[in-house]
């Protein structure tokens, strides 16, 4: 105790560099020194005392000297880890000492630069992530998927896209991991879409009511894509996300059953209708013509509309039936040829125009493949 109370009296007078020296031999002392008890007790309160030193050349020495041991004093870390930046940072990205609820605490009240470096600690838990996505900047967030040894749940990699989706580094990334949840890779394609319709110079070059119908379609057709790559346990997530953003429309399901994607459409259909999987399934299998009308009308499709439906569903099944690499240029073209001239119903037309163009572009795609396959064959 002498010996602490000496080093007290000459804290008081000493230079800040001599005092920076003398906290930098006092932390390690601390940690590699065999001390008795009451030594270890001196020693704590007397870098305690250096907490409040004016220079803060003293505290980052103490920092340094103890940030990376989980024998340092819990007290005295908690202290400087809500220092200025170049102090804390030492205590906040080192300290093994620090738990998930001080991470989430100092991510709630500190700043910008504490949350980036608690984004940057090389072993982050799900809750710690979970609160940076929360309160972060698209720079926090940004170091957080950045950092390999951060672990991030799916719903939080979804509430990334819905907050930050707009940044194109952040969706890169995001994109870039495969237990990103179909129903984020959505959103940033809604993100993308959005974006491209805010342009001025496009919107200048196409205008705007045809930009939106373009981008309107391009999205769906990026999520029909989508649906058919998620993994099953996926389906009922982004199925029921379309729904509450109101994107399943008889647009939207006609191109996935024209397309093929009957699991992630059976999953639609169950959403809509309250079916159980195992009825929706059967009817749309093997099920008579009434008896898919029927589903089709309880999932809230008009008659109209519920006719070109079943009729789909009924080429998709002889198409399945014969593996039909054309599946959507065959279902296409046979809704065509048979309602093509059937009414003027809005709902009716709109529909059919969406068939029409999923036909074109199809056949366009079966054009370049025939042609690089020949211009192969001739070299």
Known sequence: MV???AFLRWVETAKSGDRARAASALGRAYLQSEMQPEERKAAEMAMTFLLDDPSPKVRLALAEAIAW?????????LALAEDQPEIACHAVTCSPLLTDADLVDLA???S????????????LSRAVSAALVEIGGEEDVLCLLENEGASIAPHSLKRIAERLGGCCDIRNLLLDRDSLPADARQLLTQHVSDALVALPLVQAAIGFNRLQRISREATQSAVVSIAGEIQPREIDDLVEHLRVHGHLTPSFLMHALCSGKVDFFAGAVVNLTGCSEKRVRSILATGRMHAVRALYETAGLTREIS???VEATLLWREASRKASATMLS???GRLLERFRHHGAHDA???LLDMV????IAEQRQSARAYASQAALVAA
């Open 3 to 5: 010996i602490v109370e």
């Open 69 to 77: 041991s989980d024998e340092a004093p819990r007290s005295l870390i």
């Open 108 to 110: 709630g009240r500190g």
């Open 112 to 123: 910008e630069v504490t949350r980036m470096l608690i984004a940057a600690r090389s072993s």
């Open 307 to 309: 006719t070109i439906f």
């Open 330 to 332: 065959t279902i296409c």
């Open 348 to 350: 009716v037309k709109e």
């Open 356 to 359: 029409e163009k999923l036909h």
